[in-house]
């Protein structure tokens, strides 16, 4: 085969072997997809936040710290100025001693009434006459308590009579009125803290927080304490004197009573706390009662007449008077029933009202009496420091006193 032949028979094989692959693409018969159609962007959730919630209040943390947004210590109404009363009261309270059968040395001391006038109480002045080789009115550093003190050498049989008038005006507590003033700081301290007998952690706040629940607001708290106390505690009018305000033996016993100091000193007790300032008032009932017989005095005799008062302090408003005891008291001696409905309208009226048939001595708790190392509870009754050591006024035979109470005209 000639050259030229072969080179054209080559070629013609290499066109028929050529891979398909090699041929030029064809391009694309299918239409082009629609463009998706744009969904709206779904908003973005905000992070799942727990709700603020209230702070626990305890006596180290209490509602005069931190209030509760939204409640009647933080929500105040509008200020306006306290208004004195316009109709008063006034009355005589005389006490005698003869301590015929303790001939001296003998060292006497009594409680006088609140040394500062007060919307409610004023004291217009007082008088002694007898035979102390000395006599004196001493006021405690803190100012919540005045006594008078007087002492017989030996060989003298001590005699004295001691005089006081005072004026008082029914006390009420206005939701509408809002106080001026705020009480000093260092007096709500010490009314938060606990003392010998009255204690404000432990058992004392498991109870309270049991009791207020899910109740923020510290007016209500303190409602739901007085009305639990009231519904709780049992009136002995077989006690002396005003009881002895042992709050914490009542927590650790679980039997919550007794007499004034003991059941109004419970509801101080689990006020302070959870946080809400409250103190004890003792004093002494001056007069009958236009509520019940039995919570005043139906003669002249005063002398088993002394009644321990309470009250607690929220911000705006200033000091709440209350009084469960008299509750308590009027259940026990008037024989009243669960539904009656005088009883339902006096546990209305004794939170907010004090009837001033009755005058206040001091709020002093954890005492030292001037010249002594012995701290007592409080000072309600006479006191008398002989040689055979001290005697409590709560039996009347042990120190031979009277007090006599009568209203008068000036």
Sequence with gaps: MKRRAFLASLGALALLTEPASAAPAKPATKPAAKPAARKPAARKKPAATSPARSPVH???????????????????????????????????????????????????????????????????????????????????????????????????????QLSTQVSTADRHFDVTRRTIAPEREDILRRNLQASRLIPNDGLAFQLGERIVGRVKDPVAQAKVIYEWVVEQAIYDPALPGAGKGDIRQQLISGQYGGRSADINGLFVALCRAIGIPARCVFGQRTGPSRLFRSLGLDSPDATRGHHVRAEFYVPGYGWIPVDPSDVRRAIALEALSDHDSRLLSLKRILFGVWEMNWIAYNVGIDITLNGQSEIIPFLLLPRLETPRGHIDGANPAAIPYSISARRIEL
Aim: charged share 30%.
């Design 58 to 160: 305890t006596a180290d943390r209490p509602v005069i710290d931190e209030p509760p947004k939204g409640t009647s210590a933080s929500r105040l109404p509008p200020v306006r100025a306290s208004e004195p009363p316009t109709e008063w009261t006034t009355y005589e309270i005389v006490t005698r001693i003869d301590l015929k059968g303790h001939e001296g040395p003998c060292k006497l001391w009594l409680p006088l009434p609140l040394n500062q006038d007060t919307l409610y109480q004023r004291t217009l002045s007082h008088a002694w006459e007898g035979n102390p080789t000395r006599a004196r009115m001493s006021r405690q550093p803190d100012g919540d308590l005045e006594v008078f003190c007087c002492e017989w050498d030996e060989g003298r049989a001590g005699k004295l």
